[in-house]
């Protein structure tokens, strides 16, 4: 079983639109989650963190729940410019870059006008 | 940008050779970590440098080597290449200490493709 997994979509939605995307991981002791968004042929950039009590940065949400191991992301009235591939990622250590993050596939967002 | 600069953008191997990637850490960063990437998938942890150190290493072959210099630059070296070697490599540096923040800052990568 893969340490993270996401559904690979695409997701094409209207702009305006509200999608959601969700993603599991196997690791109960993992500590710190994050959502990357990756534009094509591009290097991975941090979008947010997640934290245990859900967080809203602009457009964006993300929530976490740790009993299902389960982590979400809400972007609100889509963009042309949030077409793009989110990449779940989750670390066993809390605020700590050492060793490995563990990503998901991605999935991919295509908004169109 | 991130500070993160790698080299070369892009590279075209045939079977059996070796190759370089390099990577220069953004300012400041003291930890140097190394994803591979293929098509369609998530980066994969291949292993991470700190303080020149290699701290933790992802199911990759020992054909996959690294170190990480005074100036916390990195190289990553591949010998013996295979096609399943065709792949987006990514450097990424961090700040490990009090200050760090968990964030990874990555560069644009090196692609690599296997004939």
């Known amino acids: 079983r893969k340490e993270v997994e996401q559904d690979p979509g695409p997701f094409n939605v209207p702009e305006g639109a509200t999608v959601a995307f969700n993603c599991t991981y196997s690791n109960s002791a993992s500590q710190s989650f994050f959502w990357y968004r990756q534009d094509c042929r591009k290097e991975p950039k941090l979008l947010m963190s997640?934290?245990?009590s859900g967080n809203e940065d602009g457009r964006f949400t993300a929530q976490l729940n740790r009993a299902s191991q389960y982590i979400s992301l809400l972007i609100r009235d889509s963009k042309l410019s949030d077409s793009a591939t989110y990449l779940c990622?989750?670390?066993?250590?809390?605020?700590?870059?050492?060793?490995?993050?563990?990503f998901g596939r991605g999935t991919q967002l295509t908004v169109w006008p | 940008e991130t500070g993160v600069t790698q080299s070369p953008t892009h590279l075209i191997k045939t079977r059996g050779q070796q190759v370089t990637l390099r990577c220069s850490s953004q300012s400041g960063h003291n930890t140097v970590s190394w994803y591979q990437q293929a098509l369609g998938q998530g980066p994969q942890f291949i292993f991470q440098y700190y303080r020149e150190e290699e701290n933790g290493r992802g199911n990759f072959p020992p054909r996959f080597s690294g170190l990480q210099f005074p100036n916390y630059s990195s190289e990553l070296n591949v010998n013996a290449l295979e096609l399943d070697d065709s792949a987006l490599y990514l450097c990424?540096?961090?700040?490990?200490?009090?200050?760090?923040?968990?964030?990874?800052?990555f560069g644009e990568g090196s692609r690599l493709t296997v004939l």
């Open positions: 990622v989750v670390n066993p250590d809390r605020g700590s870059t050492l060793g490995r993050l563990y």
């Open positions: 997640v934290y245990s």
């Open positions: 990424a540096s961090s700040l490990e200490g009090l200050e760090s923040t968990g964030e990874l800052f």
